[in-house]
């Protein structure tokens, strides 16, 4: 059953005491999730705990609001009438803007610097609980990928000249509380592992981890940033395990923190195999999304949001995209040292791009019958008219991550290259672009200018702005 675990808290952000809850028929529904408490990973077992159905609830506000439905955003509305371009003869473009920004922790938990013995000075970082980090351990798609890509390294003759795994010293970095990878780099026989850990909460229990699995004799866990700590004896590893990726793959620091480890943590560190993962990407996608096109405003306010993204779950058939992914950021961990951050707009922490989506007609046809399936489901009213109008808009641009292990090994948090769902603990970030779902049809344009600025102080969170206009070419009448 396909379910919607960004709902409660889109709902309770959005509603308006004026909307109506009241007047349903149905019991409301439970109180919302702290949204401050919810991290990428969390966000998904905390909505599946949920029992209420958010269509059922979705049927009643839909009731409450009918005469609302559906004022997407048309070439009619539109003001800005571009010229020439790309009109074919008998036609006009029509140009409609959408925009969001947000920074890394909108939404997710945070770690001040100041709670890490090895931080200092005020700052904030995306931070995990117990939830999240039981998420990420037990994706399937993810942690035997790790894993094996370790447990290969160690066991590169390339790479040990023959000496064998316990010729090598391993960093794991960002270790966690069950200290994983560097427990299994020791049980493949690591010579030496260093796993750094910036939460002091994790710290303590990784020891522990460490000491109960029989391998406090060969790893060593230094609580604090990895940019505020040195490896005793300024020691440097072989190579590093860095699973530090975000939703957005920048959104955790990762060109902060692989920027310095280049500097002082690793031997070789121009060298592709000194890491894992190799590199991470951000794929996107303009995205419709079902819930858009059904909480309209006034009832439903999505500016509320304030730029803030919508976290979904990848397998949500909620979320559908409109062309081929294209990557936004390719960051290659070999290439930091250089300040390289490659892909999109290269060579430095403030990144620019502009990509140019165009709408695949297909997609719009198979999306109306995916939300049409769903509405159906969740007995919404007049179904099949609502999911064409669904499938026929955009909500945003929907960014998640890819992980390259090594040349031919890669973890996909959604199906590679269509972009289709699938089961991840990463999610799918979706910025809600306009106030009300703007219509687009099959070879309309979507010019986007994507702005990251990646600082490298890691307590500094990254930021991100898309900006950009949907361009609708229409039959003159
Ligand atoms: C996504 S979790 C991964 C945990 C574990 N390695 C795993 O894969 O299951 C990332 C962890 O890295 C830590 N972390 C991220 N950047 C760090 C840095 N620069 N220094 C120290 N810890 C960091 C976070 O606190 C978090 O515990």
């Known amino acids: 059953?396909?379910?919607?675990?960004?709902?409660?808290?889109?709902?309770?952000?959005?509603?308006?005491?004026?909307?109506?809850?009241?007047?349903?028929?149905?019991?409301?529904?439970?109180?919302?999730?702290?949204?401050?408490?919810?991290?990428?990973?969390?966000?998904?077992?905390?909505?599946?705990?949920?029992?209420?159905?958010?269509?059922?609830?979705?049927?009643?506000?839909?009731?409450?609001?009918?005469?609302?439905?559906?004022?997407?955003?048309?070439?009619?509305?539109?003001v800005d009438?571009?010229?020439?371009?790309?009109?074919?003869?008998?036609?006009?473009?029509?140009?409609?803007?959408?925009?969001?920004?947000?920074?890394?922790?909108?939404?997710?938990?945070?770690?001040?610097?100041?709670?890490?013995?090895?931080?200092?000075?005020?700052?904030?970082?995306?931070?995990?609980?117990?939830?999240?980090?039981?998420?990420?351990?037990?994706d399937k798609s993810r942690t035997p990928q790790f894993e094996a890509a370790i447990i290969s390294r160690l066991n590169d003759v390339d790479r040990t000249g023959g000496r064998g795994p316990s010729s090598q010293v391993v960093l794991d970095l960002g270790t966690g509380p069950y200290a994983h990878f560097a427990i299994i780099a020791a049980r493949a026989g690591a010579g030496k592992v260093y796993a750094i850990e910036a939460s002091r909460s994790a710290c303590e229990s990784a020891r522990i981890a460490v000491r109960d699995a029989?391998?406090?004799?060969?790893?060593?866990?230094?609580?604090?940033?990895?940019?505020?700590?040195?490896?005793?004896g300024n020691e440097r590893?072989?190579?590093?395990?860095?699973?530090?990726?975000?939703?957005?793959?920048?959104?955790?620091?990762?060109?902060?923190?692989?920027?310095?480890?280049?500097?002082?943590?690793?031997?070789?560190?121009?060298?592709a195999s000194s890491w894992i993962p190799r590199g991470v990407q951000t794929y996107a996608s303009p995205a419709s999304y079902s819930l858009h096109n059904l909480f309209l405003p006034p009832a439903f306010d999505w500016t509320k949001l304030d730029g803030s993204p919508v976290r979904?779950?990848?397998?949500?058939?909620?979320?559908?995209?409109?062309?081929?992914?294209?990557?936004?950021?390719?960051?290659?961990?070999?290439?930091?040292?250089?300040?390289?951050?490659?892909?999109a707009g290269g060579g430095g922490r403030e990144v620019r791009s502009r990509i140019t989506f165009v709408i695949d007609p297909?997609?719009?046809?198979?999306?109306?019958?995916?939300?049409?399936?769903?509405?159906?489901?969740?007995?919404?009213?007049?179904?099949?008219?609502?999911?064409?109008?669904?499938?026929?808009?955009?909500?945003?641009?929907a960014l998640w991550p890819r992980l390259i292990l090594d040349d031919d090994v890669t973890i996909d948090?959604?199906?590679?290259?269509?972009?289709?769902?699938?089961r991840s603990h990463w999610?799918?970030?979706?910025?809600?672009?306009?106030?009300?779902?703007?219509t687009v049809h099959g070879g309309d344009e979507i010019i986007v200018d994507f702005d990251f600025d990646l600082p490298y102080e890691v307590t500094s969170p990254p930021s991100y702005k898309i900006a950009g206009n949907v361009i609708s070419s229409v039959a003159r009448l």
């Open 427 to 438: 999610q799918t970030v979706l910025p809600i672009m306009s106030p009300i779902p703007v």
């Open 1 to 78: 059953m396909s379910s919607f675990p960004h709902f409660l808290l889109v709902v309770f952000t959005l509603v308006s005491p004026a909307c109506g809850f009241s007047s349903m028929t149905t019991p409301p529904p439970p109180p919302p999730p702290d949204s401050s408490s919810i991290t990428r990973r969390s966000a998904i077992e905390r909505f599946e705990r949920v029992a209420i159905s958010p269509l059922v609830a979705a049927v009643v506000v839909v009731t409450a609001t009918a005469t609302t439905i559906p004022p997407v955003v048309d070439a009619s509305d539109v």
């Open 312 to 343: 979904f779950n990848c397998r949500d058939e909620g979320l559908q995209l409109l062309s081929d992914p294209i990557a936004v950021e390719d960051i290659l961990f070999a290439d930091m040292g250089r300040g390289g951050y490659g892909g």
């Open 413 to 422: 948090s959604r199906h590679h290259p269509d972009g289709g769902h699938r």
């Open 81 to 138: 009438v571009v010229g020439g371009g790309t009109s074919t003869p008998g036609s006009i473009s029509t140009s409609t803007p959408i925009s969001a920004s947000w920074s890394a922790i909108d939404g997710l938990n945070t770690l001040e610097s100041s709670s890490s013995t090895g931080g200092g000075g005020v700052g904030k970082f995306v931070s995990f609980d117990d939830s999240a980090y039981r998420a990420m351990i037990n």
């Open 362 to 397: 297909k997609r719009v046809e198979e999306n109306a019958k995916k939300f049409n399936d769903e509405y159906v489901r969740g007995r919404v009213p007049d179904a099949s008219s609502l999911a064409i109008t669904a499938a026929n808009s955009v909500t945003g641009i």
């Open 214 to 232: 029989g391998y406090d004799d060969v790893v060593t866990i230094i609580e604090g940033y990895s940019t505020d700590v040195a490896l005793p």
């Open 237 to 271: 590893a072989d190579f590093v395990i860095a699973e530090i990726v975000g939703s957005v793959a920048s959104e955790e620091g990762v060109v902060a923190t692989i920027t310095d480890a280049h500097k002082r943590l690793v031997k070789d560190p121009n060298d």
